[in-house]
């Protein structure tokens, strides 16, 4: 079985592809790159690609320049991740959306029979909006959840149960507990006494 490859149809696939992948990337670790930086990583991404796949090299040096170098270039300048710790976690970032959008790109083109190159370019960007959109919900989801706790108030032989917020946003702590301080509405206050 042989295989014909077309440098320029390889490093559009890998520029478009890339593009959208450090998008998201700079999205989920709240990196500082612009479009153009993003695009320059990408850029460096797919011809560093089509270098390892146009030239012959050993697989383990082939291994180590695809999967660390090349990566960490492109998170590096395509998402502004400086620090070793986000850049790791970038890198981290990049595999786990590339198994995601690989993933729901199989599914586009099995369920719609994609195989020309627009279709499955057009599959890519379809993937990137429904993860660029899908990301920022769930982290006001995942924020939510985290301030939100249901709590019993008893004043006076009276219980009340209401859903309150931890304030983290003054910094107040219980110097005993060394917990935020909770603050109730007046309202579920003369709620309790009331009643």
Known sequence: MSYT????????????????????????????????????GAAFGAFGYCLLILLPVSFPVNTILAYVAINTIM????????????????????????FLMGGMMEVLKRFLGLDRMSEVLLAGTVCYLVYAAVLPRYREWRKKSRIRCRVRLQM?????????????????????????????QKGTLEKLCDA
């Open 75 to 98: 998170v590096r300048f395509g998402c502004g991740l400086r620090t070793p710790g986000r850049l790791c976690g970038g890198i981290a970032g990049l595999y786990i959306a590339r």
């Open 5 to 40: 490859i077309y440098p320029d149809v390889l490093f559009v696939t890998n520029l478009v592809m890339d593009f959208l992948l450090l998008r998201l990337v700079k999205k989920l670790c709240r990196g500082k790159a612009g479009v153009f930086a993003s695009l320059g």
């Open 156 to 184: 006076e032989g009276q219980i009340t149960e209401v859903n309150a917020f931890f304030d983290t946003g003054n910094s107040l702590y219980d110097p005993i507990a060394q917990k935020p301080v909770s603050i109730i």
